[in-house]
């Protein structure tokens, strides 16, 4: 019974703050004076207003998931299957574009690629191109692409890494027996990673389709941006809802397209015996080439940015006048952060539970109606709030006016991760711990208080501390829900970028990246120091 | 089955069974698991619930101690019903019960003493209470040493010891294990299953022991029930599963056997591969005939009534095993003298059974 409400509770939860100012924005959008109306997405499907928009979105996404595999599939091979020297150093550097915001990376690039960039003054002297081509490249839809590619390679990277260890290497030994590597990695390894690629490839068409901040750094015309647009200038929120509708509709397509085609494919066991150690190519050919690439990755995606930034900022006063200009900024981004992520762990964990614990068919219907929002663009998310809690002279709205409505907006946008993270850990704790509490009796507050809850430790400080890190470089819904007086940190850099020099922007920039990797340094120490993992021998 | 329903007449209460269960039905996805399972354990017995995985054995012990609800049947502990249909009477708190699970499950936050006391909290007995009877569970389990330790620092034979204590702490009206065995290795399986044996015999709490490996049920139980694709095939004691298979799955499944079918030529006469032999019928009951002997219940002897050609041999723990073909039917013999592959043999059947399934 405790169980039933408990859960009852966290799922009633997730349905309010996350199905609902969805599903009652839609469901406004389709009505029109008291009557049905699908004027709107006449609109978008019957001319062609939107067809550009619409394409630039999908050459946007399309772009961003080949760049991405095109970095993530070899630097995920060369990380676990061959001895490169650094290895170590590789993966966590290559963990940084991830956590960073995308419109840090893009601001960094503009900077360099820009009229007056360095690079771009360089590309003009020494090559035929000229200045005007250059920068027009980095505001454009490829432009984009190059950015974006840069800040999600390690969604890529991360699953081809996974899906190659999970390989049981006997299969490739018994295929190196007769065959070269080559031949061993083409008829052997890779078909059997593929379908673990093609779900990293889809992650990442979904998030760049449904990505607002780079788009609107670079004036690209997207249906994030034009959403955007449609509500803020325009306050017209049907249409941008209507504009929204195509993004979810090819969201849930490829969530469909993908689950049909995983149907029967299990990637993730292989036939893989703990025991046995991954297969690891030690060729000294394949180890030039790979330090090269992870280099050149390196360089591109992390240093060359980070770097630029970092040069631009030239004197200490600017993080001076940095952090006078956004204070305020800085204080909500730690306080509205920091309860943000405690909801989203706190929320996330009994969701977790809850698919986890669901009888078996329901089980994955539950956990992708859960993801599936993790694809609503920022934008979308941000409209669908406003749209529920904006309602003077109710009790309602004491939210819409304080931290809470972004504290929602957190919570719409990362719930479905988070949710997803908590899965993960529970999934690693077997249902019998929980049973053999059950059978002695105890209630199941004490179970969860005593047994699941503690054994959850360490996945409850990596959730908190992954949601803290979203959370501070949250861009799209805040701006669009945030009250007067309570900006957050992007938004502090989104209006000084209109007004300030640059040297400013680059150490708003810098804050905001020691900001999201601070977490993730304690992250590690945690998992590296803390005694929970080594004591208990958990794997 | 011949066990008697007692419960209803309280003077008989002193033969009463522990644990009943009628009829027990369990479905998932539309499929049966467990298929009208009715039996029963008396006080301080030790019942081993034997069958091939997905027999639906580790359901059966779920849904006894609560932790799965049937779909159909009733479940009766110490007379009081504790389910009835889809309806649970006695929610798993108050069945009172002690359990083992296949991976132990022991809580890996918790030291040794932290995770025997879990159960005993929640009877509301006082620090120094507990401290005295988690002592002496320790010292039953001869584990008095360990009481500090994290379980992950403790051997797979240390850490079912410490499993069993905590299920028996709470002293339960009945203890159910699942496979508890099946993660030691087999060197140490013996020593273990003998502790089990020692345990049980020592705190007389009825148990329900579910296992797929024979010799487990055979060394430890005082009654076996031998399930098969969710069915009950047959309940009884050791000897009884043994010597006198109700079903062709049990003839089959327990120990090595030679199962053939053959046809009645009158009262107590068979006719067999070898020609007519004389043996107890019986009632025939209209079901089809089935001649049943053991390899060593049969004797490779000049003077043997039965013969055969030996097709294979294997050398195993200081016996032969033949393989040997009589007219296209291959049966199984043993013996201490080695024979050539290709020779024809004659044995007698020492002992042999007519069975009607």
């Known amino acids: ?539 | 089955m011949n066990y008697p329903y007692q419960i209803e007449i309280p003077e008989c209460k002193f033969i009463m069974n522990v644990l009943e269960v009628k009829h027990l039905t369990k479905n998932y996805n539309k499929k049966e698991i467990v298929r009208d399972i009715s039996l029963g354990v008396e006080q301080g017995q030790l019942l081993a619930l034997l069958g091939t995985s997905g027999c639906g054995k580790t359901t059966t012990l779920r849904m006894i101690a609560g932790l799965e609800t049937p779909d159909d049947g009733e479940i009766w502990i110490e007379g009081t019903l504790a389910s009835h249909g889809r309806k649970v009477v006695i929610s798993q708190k108050q069945r009172h019960i002690g359990m083992v699970f296949q991976d132990l499950a022991l809580w890996p936050h918790m030291t040794v003493y932290e995770n025997i006391e879990f159960g005993l909290k929640a009877n509301g007995l006082t620090r120094a209470e507990r401290r005295k009877k988690i002592e002496a569970v320790l010292h039953k389990v001869n584990m008095q040493k360990y009481t500090n330790a994290y379980p992950g620092k403790l051997s797979g034979g240390q850490q079912q010891l410490i499993a069993i204590a905590r299920a028996i702490i709470t002293e339960p009206r009945l203890l159910l294990m699942d496979e508890p065995l099946s993660s030691i290795d087999v060197k140490l399986r013996e020593d273990i299953r003998q502790e089990i044996k020692r345990i049980q015999q020592e705190t007389r709490i009825t148990t329900v022991y579910v296992t797929h490996d024979q010799e487990d049920a055979f060394l430890l139980a005082d009654k076996i029930a031998v399930m098969n694709n969710g069915m009950l095939e047959q309940i009884g004691i050791p000897e009884e599963i043994y010597s006198s298979p109700t079903s062709f799955f049990v003839a089959s499944f327990v120990g090595e056997a030679n199962i053939m079918q053959v046809r009645i030529a009158g009262k107590d006469r068979v006719l067999t591969p070898w020609g007519e032999l004389v043996c107890s019928t019986k009632d025939p009951d209209g079901k089809n005939a089935y001649l049943f002997f053991r390899p060593h219940q049969a004797t490779i002897e000049d003077g043997g009534h039965c013969h055969g050609t030996i097709i294979n041999r294997d050398f195993v723990a200081g016996v032969y095993k033949y393989r040997v073909s009589t007219s296209g039917i291959e049966f199984k013999l043993q013996d201490q003298t080695k024979h050539d592959i290709g020779k024809c043999i004659k044995f007698s059947i020492r002992k042999m059974d007519i069975l009607f399934f």
């Open chain 1, 1 to 539: 019974m405790q169980k039933r409400l408990t859960l009852g509770f966290f799922f009633i939860l997730f349905l309010g703050t996350t199905f609902l100012p969805i599903v009652w924005m839609f469901g406004n959008s389709v009505y029109e004076e008291g009557k049905f109306s699908f004027v709107y997405y006449k609109d978008i499907f019957l001319t062609q207003k939107y067809g550009k928009v619409i394409s630039n979105s999908l050459i946007l996404a399309s772009l961003t998931t080949i760049l991405s595999s095109l970095f993530g599939v070899p630097a995920g091979f060369f990380l676990s299957k061959t001895n490169l020297p650094l290895k170590k150093l590789f993966k966590i550097c290559f963990f940084i574009p991830l956590i960073i915001p995308s419109y840090i990376t893009g601001i960094a690039w503009v900077n360099l690629l820009g009229k007056t960039g360095f690079l771009n003054n360089v590309f003009s002297q020494y090559t035929m191109l000229s200045s005007e081509s250059v920068s027009d490249f980095i505001y454009s839809t490829y432009g984009a692409s190059f950015i974006l590619s840069m800040n999600l390679f390690p969604v890529v990277m991360l699953v081809t890494e996974y899906a190659l260890k999970s390989v049981n290497p006997r299969l490739e030994e018994s295929g190196l027996v007769v065959g070269s590597v080559f031949q061993v990695f083409r008829q052997i390894t890779l078909p059997l990673i593929a379908p673990a690629i093609l779900s990293g490839m889809m992650i990442v068409f979904v998030l760049s389709l449904s990505e607002f901040g780079v788009p609107s750094l670079l004036q690209v015309n997207v249906l994030t941006t034009q959403i955007f647009t449609q509500f803020s200038a325009f306050y017209n929120e049907k249409a941008a809802t209507a504009i929204a509708f195509p993004l979810i509709v090819i969201t849930f397509i490829l969530i469909m397209l993908e689950k049909i085609y995983m149907r029967g494919k299990s990637f993730e066991m292989l036939g893989r015996t703990s025991s046995i150690s991954t297969t690891q190519y030690n060729i000294t050919w394949l180890n030039v080439v790979g330090i090269t690439f992870c280099t050149f990755v390196l360089l591109v995606c992390v240093i060359i940015p980070l770097s630029t930034l970092i040069f631009n900022t030239k004197t200490i006063s600017a993080y001076h006048d940095a952090i006078l200009l956004a204070r305020n900024g800085i204080t909500n981004s730690i306080l509205f952060g920091s309860i943000g992520a405690t909801f989203l762990t706190l929320i996330g964990f009994f969701l977790g539970y809850l698919s986890e614990n669901i009888r078996s068919k329901l089980r994955s219907s539950i956990a992708a109606f859960i993801w599936i929002f993790f694809a609503v663009p920022a934008t979308v998310s941000g409209i669908g709030l406003i749209k529920l809690w904006n309602r003077p002279e109710s009790a309602c709205q004491f939210i819409y006016s304080s931290l809470w409505i972004v504290i929602l907006g957190y919570v719409i946008r990362f719930l479905p991760l988070s949710s997803r993270i908590m899965t993960n850990y529970l999934k690693q704790i077997p249902h019998a711990m929980e049973d053999a509490g059950t059978v002695t009796g105890a209630s199941w507050f004490r179970i969860l208080g005593k047994i699941l809850l503690p054994l959850q430790g360490y996945g409850l400080i990596a959730t908190w501390l992954i949601s803290f890190m979203f959370c501070i470089g949250e861009l799209g819904t805040t701006i669009l829900v945030y009250p007067p007086g309570h900006e957050t940190l992007p938004i502090a850099l989104f209006t000084v970028m209109a007004n300030s020099p640059t040297d400013v922007v680059s150490a708003l920039s810098i804050i905001i990246v020691v900001m999201t990797l601070l977490p993730v340094g304690v992250f590690l120490v945690v998992s590296k120091y803390l005694v929970l993992k080594p004591k208990l021998g958990l794997q």
